[in-house]
């Protein structure tokens, strides 16, 4: 069974940074499945925000490309969201997200971000 924590959300001033975690387990998952950051603000849709391939190939979407940085820590079972230059606009209920090539997907709680002054 995939199991993914997340943490580190917080409450940040506009232009702060934050640094998200999901924890993963079993330690197989990043060998497996490729894994994402998601977010859902009030009244939208959940979005993806930055994905990582089991080969290590990143994307991101536009608007925080350049301002966000995914990071993939094996030997940890971790992966980070480094979060810099943050909007109200990022305000929103981040998710970490397992997906395989057999379309079985996983999530996590959540862990809420506000930027706010």
């Known amino acids: 069974q995939v199991q993914l924590v997340e943490s580190g959300g917080a409450l940040v001033q506009p232009g702060g940074s934050l640094t998200l975690s999901c924890a993963v387990s079993?330690?197989?998952?990043?060998?497996?499945?490729?894994t994402a950051w998601y977010r859902q603000a009030p009244g939208k849709a959940r979005e993806l925000v930055a994905q990582i391939t089991v080969g290590g190939g990143i994307d991101y979407v536009d608007s925080v490309k350049g301002r966000f940085t995914l990071v993939r820590e094996s030997a940890k079972n971790t992966m980070y969201l480094h979060m810099n230059g943050l909007k109200p606009e990022d305000t929103a209920v981040y998710y970490c997200h397992a997906k395989n090539l057999g379309g079985f997907e996983y999530w996590g709680q959540g862990t809420q971000v506000t930027v706010s002054s």
């Open positions: 079993p330690p197989s998952v990043f060998r497996i499945y490729t």
